[in-house]
C-alpha cells in the first residue's frame, strides 16, 4: 500500500514524511483468464456525484467562492450609516488549491493499490463554514480489469466509484464537518485499486491503469476573522500567498531590515510572500472587479471609485475609502511591518475620509467613528506590544514593529510560534536555532519524525534538512547512526534497509526481523552533502511465504528516537555546502542603499536567497553599502549587488555582461546582453566566507531555487539554470581522491582536468605501443 505525505510549501519544507510503497503491491498473484471482448472505446467521461453533492456543486459554480480577500454578499443596506455598519461583517471566505501549496504537477497513482495524502491549511482551532473538498482527476485503463477510486478527509471515507470506461474525469465536490482542527489542516487521502485478473497464482501488475490526481483539486470554506484570538491562530489563517504591506516610499533601514526578516520566516514556513507598499496620492491602482454598496457612493470619495479599471487616487480621502474596503480592494494585506511613516499614512488616509462622512450628517460620522475603532487598528502605536493582531480595513492582519523585527522572526519561526497564545506580545529576546556543542545530533532536530509504519514489500522514511541545521560546534556531518527495528513476517527472508542521502547509497544491511533495535552506522562523505538534504532510509522485504496460498500482509519498520546524525568534519571548503555550513551563526547582510529606494526589487531577491541558503532571519545584520567603495564584512556574509572587500571574485557583472574566472584567472564564460537572471558565487574574504548575489538586467525576482555542490549558480525566474565547480583538480584532491572522482561525476564541470589526463595517459600508452611494433618489425625484418 503506497502512502505519500504532501504538505504545503512554496520551497520544500524540512520535515519528516515517511511512505510505504508498494512497488509490487499485493503482487496481484492470480491466474490468467481469458478477458472479455472490448467495446468500442467510447469517449471521456465524467463521474457523477451523489444527487445531493450535485445539486450543492450546481450552487457552487452559480455563485464560485470568493478567495480570502473578500466577503459574501450581504443583504442591501438602506442608509449610509447601514452600509457603514456592514463593512464589519467578519466573514471571511478562502479557496485554496492544490497548485497555490507548491503542487504544479499531477499526482500519479498507479499499481495494484496506492494512495497518497494531500494536507489542505485552515486556521487552527477554529470552526469553518462550508467547507467542501473538490476532487479534480483523470484515470486512464489501458490494462481493464477492475479499478476502484476511494476519497477520505481526516481519515473518513466520503466518496467511492469503480470506472469501467477506458478513460475519464472526476470532479465531485465532498461536504466536510467545520469542527475545529487544532492540527491546522485538512487531510485529503485518494486511494486507487487496480485489479486485471481475476484468480490467485497470476503476477497482476499492470502500467495501464492509472489515476491522475489534478493541482485543481482545492478546499472552500469560511471563517469567522472574530474567533481569530491568539497569534498562533493568526498564523494558520494566513493564505498560501501571503501580502507583506509596507510604508510608501523610500524604506527606512529599519523597515527595509524588518521586510526582509519576516519575509524570510513566512517562506521559511511555508508561505509564499508578497510584498505591497500603501499606495499613495497619485498613485495607480486597479478597481476591476470591486461593488461598492449604493449608499456609500453618497460619498464623494467612494463615488469616485465606482468606475472600475485603473484609477489613479487623486486625495487621501480616496486612499481613506480604499482602505475601508480593504479585502476585496487593490489594498489587501496579511501582515503589516508597522513603522511611523506608515501608522502616518493609515492616520492621514482615515483623517481624511472623516471629513466628508462628517459632511453627510451625524449618524454616518457615528457609524464611521464606531467602525474605525474595531476595523482599523492597525494605525494605533500599540506601547509595550511589539507584535500583534491588528484589524485594517476589517481584516485581521499580523502588525510586526519595524524596530522589533529581528526577535520577531525568531519568536515566529517553527521553535517558538505555538507558545503565541495571546493576541500581543512583547519580545525582547528569540532565537531560533541555538548553538550547541554536542557532536549528535538527534534526528527529530532535523525534522525527522520516528514512527512505526507498515511495510508489504517497500516503505521509505525521510527527513528532509538545511545543512545549517546539521552543523553543530563548526562540524559537518561525519557519520549517521540508524538505529532501526523490524517485526518478523512471514516471509523467511530477512529485510533489507538500506541508507540514502541525496540519492547517494551510504550503506545497507540485513536486519534480523524480530522486533528488536539494530544500530545501522554509515559514513557520511562529503560528496554527498548539499545545502537542502534528503536523506531516506529504505526497507524492502518479501511480502509472503507461500505466495499462491497466503493473503500478502505488511509487517511494521521503525526508525527510533536514539537515531542520529554525527558531526565532526570541520568546514574548510569555499565551495555551497562549505560555506552554508558556515552561515549558522551571526551574520552580515549587505546590500545597495538602490534596494532600499525600490524595495519590491530587492527584497524578492533577497528572500529568495536566504530561503536558499537557510539561514536564521534573527541572526542577521543589515548593512547598506556606500555609493562608492566595498564593505568590510565582519562576520561571515550574504552580499546583494554590493562589493565586497578583499573577496576573490570568480564572477564579474559589468551591465548586461558575465564574465566567469576560473582557477589562474583562465576565463570560463563570457557573455553579453544577459537580462532577468542572476549570479551567486560562494567565496571568501580574509577569514570570513559567504554569498555574493549579482543581477544582470532585471534579476531573477522571487525565483524558487536550490543551491548545489559547486561555488557558482546562475539563477534565472524558473529557478537554477546551471551550477559550476572552479576549484581546480589539485585542491579537491587534496581533499580525498575518491570524493573527488564522484564530484567530477556530479558536476561536469569538473571533468576538464581528469579529461586532460586521460588524453595524456592514452598519448603516451600509444606512443609506447608503436615504438613496441616498429622494433617488432625491425626484428622481423632482420
Not at 497619485?282 to 467612494?302: C, K, N, Q, Y
Not at 553543530?472 to 538500506?498: E, H, I, K, Y
Not at 536567497?609 to 537557510?614: F, I, S
Amino acid at each position: 500500500m503506497g502512502k505519500t505525505a504532501y504538505f504545503p510549501f512554496g520551497r520544500p519544507v524540512t520535515g519528516g514524511v515517511f511512505s510505504a510503497v508498494a512497488g509490487l503491491a499485493l503482487l496481484g498473484l492470480t491466474c490468467a483468464m481469458p478477458r472479455p471482448a472490448e467495446a468500442q472505446t467510447p469517449p471521456p467521461r465524467q463521474l457523477q456525484a451523489p444527487l445531493q453533492i450535485q445539486a450543492q456543486r450546481q450552487a457552487q459554480l452559480q455563485t464560485p467562492p470568493a478567495s480570502a480577500t473578500s466577503r459574501p454578499p450581504a443583504a442591501p443596506a438602506e442608509t449610509l450609516a447601514e452600509a457603514i455598519r456592514a463593512l464589519s461583517d467578519g466573514t471571511v471566505q478562502v479557496s485554496v488549491a492544490l497548485s497555490e501549496l507548491g503542487i504544479a504537477r499531477p499526482i500519479n497513482l498507479s499499481g495494484t493499490d496506492s494512495r497518497r495524502s494531500l494536507f489542505l491549511p485552515v486556521p487552527s482551532g477554529i470552526p469553518i463554514k462550508d467547507a467542501v473538498v473538490t476532487l479534480d482527476a483523470r484515470y486512464l485503463r489501458g490494462d481493464g480489469g477492475r479499478t476502484t477510486v476511494v476519497a477520505y478527509v481526516d481519515g473518513t471515507a466520503q466518496w467511492a466509484s469503480a470506472p469501467s470506461d477506458p478513460e475519464g474525469v472526476i470532479s465531485t465536490p465532498m461536504s466536510i464537518s467545520g469542527r475545529p482542527r487544532n492540527s491546522g489542516f485538512v487531510e485529503l487521502s485518494v486511494a486507487w485499486a487496480s485489479m486485471v485478473a481475476e484468480q490467485v497464482c497470476f503476477d497482476d501488475r499492470s502500467i495501464g491503469n492509472v489515476l491522475e490526481l489534478q493541482p485543481t483539486t482545492r478546499l472552500t470554506y469560511s471563517y469567522d476573522r472574530n474567533a481569530v484570538l491568539d497569534l498562533t491562530t493568526a498564523w494558520t489563517a494566513l493564505p498560501a500567498r501571503t501580502r507583506v504591506l509596507m510604508a510608501p516610499g523610500v524604506l527606512s533601514q529599519q523597515s527595509f531590515d524588518a521586510s526582509w526578516r519576516i519575509g524570510t520566516v513566512l517562506e521559511r514556513g511555508g508561505k509564499r510572500v508578497v510584498f505591497t507598499v500603501l499606495p499613495s496620492v497619485g498613485s495607480e491602482v486597479d478597481l476591476t472587479g470591486l461593488t461598492l454598496p449604493p449608499p456609500l457612493r453618497a460619498i464623494p470619495a467612494f463615488a469616485a471609485l465606482q468606475g472600475g479599471g485603473r484609477h489613479v487616487i487623486k486625495d487621501a480621502a480616496e486612499l481613506g475609502a480604499l482602505l475601508m474596503v480593504a479585502g476585496h480592494g487593490p489594498v489587501v494585506a496579511d501582515v503589516v511591518v508597522s513603522d511611523a511613516a506608515l501608522r502616518t499614512a493609515l492616520s492621514a488616509a482615515m483623517d481624511a475620509l472623516r471629513v466628508q462622512m462628517a459632511a453627510a450628517g451625524p449618524e454616518p460620522l457615528a457609524a464611521f467613528e464606531a467602525w474605525r475603532a474595531q476595523n482599523f487598528t492597525a494605525e494605533r502605536d500599540v506601547t509595550g506590544r511589539n507584535l500583534n493582531i491588528a484589524m485594517l480595513g476589517g481584516r485581521s492582519v499580523i502588525a510586526v514593529d519595524a524596530a522589533a523585527a529581528g526577535p520577531a522572526s525568531g519568536v515566529l519561526s517553527d521553535t517558538w510560534r505555538r507558545t503565541l497564545q495571546v493576541p500581543a506580545v512583547k519580545v525582547d529576546t528569540a532565537v531560533a536555532r541555538a548553538p550547541g556543542d554536542s557532536r549528535a545530533i538527534p534526528l527529530s532536530r532535523l525534522g525527522g519524525v520516528s514512527a512505526s509504519f507498515d511495510v508489504l514489500v517497500r516503505g521509505d522514511w525521510s527527513a528532509t534538512f538545511d545543512i545549517g541545521k546539521a552543523v553543530t560546534a563548526g562540524g559537518l556531518p561525519s557519520r549517521l547512526d540508524l538505529d532501526l527495528a523490524a517485526a518478523p513476517s512471514a516471509a523467511s527472508s530477512q529485510p533489507v534497509a538500506s541508507v540514502f542521502l541525496n540519492d547517494y547509497l551510504l550503506g545497507a544491511r540485513s536486519l534480523g526481523g524480530n522486533g528488536g533495535a539494530e544500530r545501522l552506522s554509515v559514513d557520511v562523505p562529503y560528496y554527498a552533502l548539499a545545502p537542502v538534504n534528503v536523506l531516506r532510509v529504505s526497507f524492502q522485504r518479501q511480502p509472503m511465504g507461500d505466495r499462491c496460498r497466503e493473503t500478502p500482509q505488511p509487517f511494521p519498520v521503525a526508525v527510533l528516537p536514539s537515531s542520529r546524525l554525527v558531526s565532526d568534519n570541520t568546514a574548510t571548503t569555499t565551495d555551497f555546502v562549505g560555506v552554508l555550513a558556515r552561515l549558522s551563526g551571526p551574520l552580515d547582510v549587505i546590500v545597495p542603499a538602490a534596494y532600499l529606494q525600490a524595495p519590491l526589487d530587492g527584497l524578492p531577491r533577497m528572500v529568495s536567497v536566504m530561503v536558499a541558503a537557510g539561514v536564521s532571519p534573527e541572526q542577521g545584520k543589515l548593512t547598506v553599502a556606500p555609493a562608492s567603495g566595498a564593505v568590510k564584512p565582519g562576520a561571515n556574509f550574504v552580499s546583494f549587488d554590493a562589493a565586497v572587500d578583499g573577496a576573490a571574485r570568480k564572477v564579474r557583472v559589468e551591465g548586461d555582461r558575465l564574465i566567469l574566472v576560473g582557477e589562474g584567472d583562465r576565463t570560463l564564460l563570457d557573455l553579453t546582453g544577459l537580462d532577468r537572471v542572476a549570479v551567486i558565487q560562494a567565496m571568501a574574504s580574509g577569514e570570513r566566507v559567504g554569498l555574493d548575489y549579482r543581477s544582470l538586467g532585471g534579476g531573477a525576482g522571487d525565483a524558487t531555487f536550490q543551491l548545489g555542490t559547486g561555488d557558482v549558480a546562475v539563477v534565472a525566474g524558473n529557478g537554477t539554470v546551471a551550477q559550476i565547480n572552479t576549484q581546480s583538480a589539485a585542491e579537491v584532491v587534496a581533499q580525498r581522491p575518491w570524493d573527488y572522482v564522484l564530484m567530477a561525476w556530479n558536476e561536469r564541470a569538473t571533468w576538464g582536468p581528469i579529461a586532460v589526463g586521460v588524453a595524456i595517459v592514452l598519448f603516451f600508452a600509444l606512443l609506447l605501443a608503436a615504438r613496441a611494433m616498429r622494433r617488432r618489425n625491425r626484428t622481423g625484418g632482420h
